[in-house]
């Protein structure tokens, strides 16, 4: 059964659709990606966002980039089908354009933990399955103390940022190993 994989950015507030086009050729490579790019207006429950989907070079699987105006996020997803390792590529590409902290998982992952804090207790979380620390990040927690958590995959970025992984060959985690690596971090 295939599911989802995705990768959240929480971006500063004056973010425009500009730099939404930037992350989008960052990732996508494709130069003008502007009409290809939907807007959605949903009713007012739901959030407005800009949506551009795209096929890696020499994949079948579909990427969608969306930018939650109101929201403040861009998120990226694709089906876990798609290669982790690319999918990991395309969301340091990203980091390299946003440069604020990046949060993913697969859609199954939350499940016990959004029973357990609800929707609105997952949204003030900030360990799951896959991490990008921010430079800032890392000097406030430590290098070592995020080096030394049970990551597989612990890989400093070239501007000090700090990416992890709970499971290098998925976006996947128990609620167990999560509630272990925020303590040990201090981010409960």
Not at 84 to 92: E, G, Y
């Amino acid at each position: 059964m295939s599911n989802s994989i995705n990768a959240t950015f929480k971006v500063p507030q004056g973010f425009e659709k500009k730099d939404f086009i930037q992350v989008i050729k960052k990732i996508s490579g494709i130069d003008n990606p502007e009409k290809d790019i939907q807007e959605h207006k949903p009713p007012k429950r739901l959030s407005h966002y800009f949506l551009f989907s795209f096929l890696p070079k020499g994949q079948e699987m579909a990427v969608d980039v969306r930018w939650y105006k109101d929201d403040s996020k861009v998120n990226i997803s694709s089906s876990s089908y798609l290669p982790i390792d690319l999918f990991v590529t395309l969301v340091k590409k990203a980091y390299s354009i946003l440069k604020v902290p990046c949060h993913g998982n697969d859609e199954l992952t939350l499940n016990p933990e959004i029973e357990e804090v609800g929707e609105e207790g997952i949204a003030n979380r900030r360990i799951f399955s896959f991490n990008i620390f921010t430079p800032e990040e890392v000097e406030k927690i430590g290098e070592t103390t995020i080096m030394k958590a049970p990551w597989e995959v612990k890989e400093k970025l070239k501007d000090g940022s700090i990416l992890t992984q709970i499971d290098k060959e998925s976006f996947s985690s128990s609620l167990e190993e999560r509630k272990k690596i925020r303590k040990m971090l201090n981010h409960e």
